[in-house]
């Protein structure tokens, strides 16, 4: 009598790859829980964000989020895809700070007010070591704001607000300061701080598993 085989003759499903935010952005997470896409897992990278000497403002947004993918990349040994972003004020060749007192962030506010600005948010997708067919690819996402003239009472008024501690230029687009703002050219998600398009098609650009994992 011959023992019949138990054996499987499927091919062995590879291991999905993670999808890991390197930001602990509030924003950034709510961004891709509204596209469907919760991260895996939040793993925000500690790194220098002073600007080097010199640097303007889309190589230095461009930088941040690469650097941030790469390190947590660089400290994941399972397969996965970085996701990495950062976004920066531009007031001409200036890189307005995140705003971390009230003093910056009253500065900030009385540089934006009546005039035009940049939003430049960089997305960075980085596979681990574990991934090596993933795709390492990069998109820079630029938004034109134009905040209306604001009074010293409204400055008052949105520092007391407080949606404008940490972050870049002094303040939220989904907070109070977006009565006041009088135009928005571009990614909306962008301004606050991920812009889903984007995201969306670097991540359609990555080869499956992670395709079918993360969007059809």
């Given at each position: 009598m011959v023992a019949s085989s138990t054996a499987s003759s499927a091919v062995p499903t590879r291991e999905r790859p993670a999808l890991i935010l390197a930001s602990a952005s509030p924003?950034?997470?709510?961004?891709?829980?509204?596209?469907?896409?919760?991260?895996?897992?939040?793993?925000?990278?500690?790194?220098?964000e002073t600007p080097q000497a010199g640097e303007l403002?889309?190589?230095?947004?461009?930088?941040?989020?690469?650097?941030?993918?790469?390190?947590?990349?660089?400290?994941?040994t399972k397969p996965a895809l970085i996701l990495g972003s950062d976004t920066v004020i531009a007031v001409g060749r200036r890189i307005l700070p995140k705003a971390l007192d009230e003093d910056t962030a009253r500065h900030c506010l009385s540089l934006l007010s009546g005039r035009r600005h940049k939003v430049l948010t960089s997305v960075v997708c980085?596979?681990?070591?574990?991934?090596?067919?993933?795709?390492?690819?990069?998109?820079?996402?630029?938004?034109s704001v134009i905040f209306n003239r604001?009074?010293?009472?409204?400055?008052?008024?949105l520092i007391a607000q407080g949606d404008w501690h940490g972050k870049a230029g002094g303040y939220a687009l989904q907070g109070a300061a977006a009565a006041y703002?009088?135009?928005?050219?571009?990614?909306?998600?962008?301004?606050?701080?991920l812009p889903l398009f984007e995201t969306a098609q670097l991540l359609r650009g990555q080869p499956c598993p992670a395709h079918a994992r993360w969007l059809p």
């Open positions: 924003r950034r997470l709510a961004l891709l829980e509204q596209i469907g896409l919760p991260p895996d897992e939040i793993r925000p990278a500690d790194i220098d403002p889309r190589p230095y947004a461009a930088r941040m989020a690469r650097e941030k993918a790469e390190k947590i990349a660089r400290e994941t980085c596979p681990s070591a574990a991934w090596p067919e993933g795709h390492h690819n990069a998109r820079l996402v630029e938004t604001l009074t010293s009472q409204q400055i008052d008024a703002i009088r135009q928005i050219s571009g990614s909306a998600s962008g301004v606050v701080g």
